[in-house]
């Protein structure tokens, strides 16, 4: 279901972020602005740093330089987890106090059928993502960071996904899903492309694979072809840096 | 705090310090010196214990879920300082009933009631505030090898345990008097604070 698009005020904002693991940059220089209700998917190859943004962006770490403006509680949702040993139940109760929303409410339009009272470590994959994302989605965070937005989820979980993200946008929250090549998000209203150190702002513009096209790619010139390798295997237009 | 709490009692990592302090406080009850004695003996139990339980807690989860938790308490700086208050409260109805054994066990020696059970209450509030200031920075993102944890702790306890302050407060207790025992707990209390601040502005910088 569409979402009415208004204009809506800077919900967080990563002003010349940079991120190192050792002596690897996995994010370098990099400046994206996301605005309440908007949605927005990240894409780009393995290891070319989605989940760092996703991170970083939900204040699950800080950057090496560069600074991070926006809510300091925010909801994110890993790709994958040691699930704690905890039920279901208290996992919920306990891990955030500031809901908006039933969790219970959620994982039933989720279609969750595990059990409630049951150890989290006996859920299956599928299961417990479910459980996760009940938990992001229902949360009074402006911001929820969704990584691997798909998957472990059916058929019936990703229909509901759709439900409580459009939810959560209405309410006015900011929504950033990382996303394999091949996963389609629907319903997006731009993608940000990650790699070689650099992240594109991808927005509206002639249609792509998933309704956006690149415009713009900023950042260092190392990292472009990087990027422009990512955004020809989405099908996006890449403009060159010489005709911005 | 809670959360953290509740992970930690379901995980079962508290069940090996816990059996360690249980032993130390049978031997020290089953041999028993002055109770101003026996409170300086259980001090380096509640010390390890302290150290043990606080890098525990620290690792009651993995990245991914620590992560979760960080975003949803306002980052990893907030998230290892309100692990590092969670470890001191576990550790302090511990503590309390270890101190009511040390002082029922021994006889007073002539010190007052006052004396010994201010004694033996700055003694171990000590040790736990030590011990939670070292385990602070004993578990990821600091240090991310359980083999360097233990050999951490090892030689971070020994330091601690000869240092002139510290062997001072026991060579006190020994002859029923507890002079520095204030000074100690000042300064564990102060290097407790520190310790939470700074073991939290480690985590973000490293996480």
Known sequence: ??????????????????????????????????????????????????????????????????????PARCAYVPPALAPPALTVRAWLRGVRHDRVDDPWSALDILSFDGDPDGSCRELSYGNLRKVLLADALTSASPVLAVDEAHAGLDHSGRTGLERLV???????????????????????????????????????????????????LRGPRSAEAALLEAAERHGFRAVDRDDR | ????????????????????????????????????????????????????????????????????????????????????????LELLPVVVVAG?????????????????????????????????????????????STAWTVVVALVAIMVVVLLPPVRGVFHDADHARIGGVGILFGVSLVLAVVAGWAAGALAARLS
């Not at chain 1, 943004?53 to 939900?58: D, G, H, N, S, T």
């Not at chain 2, 990592?13 to 109770?35: M, Q």
């Not at chain 2, 003996?41 to 620590?66: C, E, K, M, Q």
Request: glycine share 12%; charged share 15%; net charge positive.
């Open chain 2, 100 to 144: 009511v054994l040390a002082v029922a066990s021994g006889p007073r020696h002539g010190a007052s009631w006052g004396t010994v059970v201010a004694g033996t209450a700055g003694l171990l509030a000590s040790g736990v505030l030590l011990g939670a200031a070292l385990g602070s920075f004993l578990h990821r993102p600091v240090l991310r």
């Open chain 1, 166 to 216: 459009t939810a959560a946008r209405t309410r006015g929250a900011a929504v950033l899903v990382a996303a394999q090549d091949d996963d389609a998000v629907e319903g997006t209203d731009r993608t940000l492309l990650v790699g070689g150190g650099d992240v594109s702002d991808v927005a509206a513009g002639d249609r792509g694979v998933d309704g956006t096209v690149v415009h713009t």
């Open chain 2, 1 to 88: 705090m809670r959360f953290t709490l509740a992970l930690h009692a379901r995980s079962g990592r508290w069940i090996p310090p816990a059996l360690l302090l249980a032993t130390w406080v049978a031997l020290v009850v089953a041999n028993p010196g002055s109770a101003l004695d026996n409170a300086a003996n259980l001090f380096f139990a509640v010390l390890i214990v302290a150290v043990w339980a606080t890098s525990a807690i620290g690792n009651v989860d993995d990245d991914p879920h620590r992560d979760l938790c960080a975003a949803a308490n306002g980052g990893p700086a907030r998230l290892a300082a309100l692990r590092h208050v969670a470890a001191v």
């Open chain 1, 1 to 70: 279901m569409p979402v009415e698009r208004r204009l809506r005020s800077e919900c967080v904002h990563l002003d010349a972020v940079t991120v190192r693991f050792g002596r690897l940059h996995v994010l370098r220089q990099v400046t994206v602005t996301v605005h309440e209700g908007e949605y927005v998917c990240v894409r780009g190859a393995n290891g070319g740093g989605k989940t760092t943004l996703l991170r970083v962006v939900a204040g699950a770490i800080r950057p090496a330089s560069g600074a991070r403006r926006g």
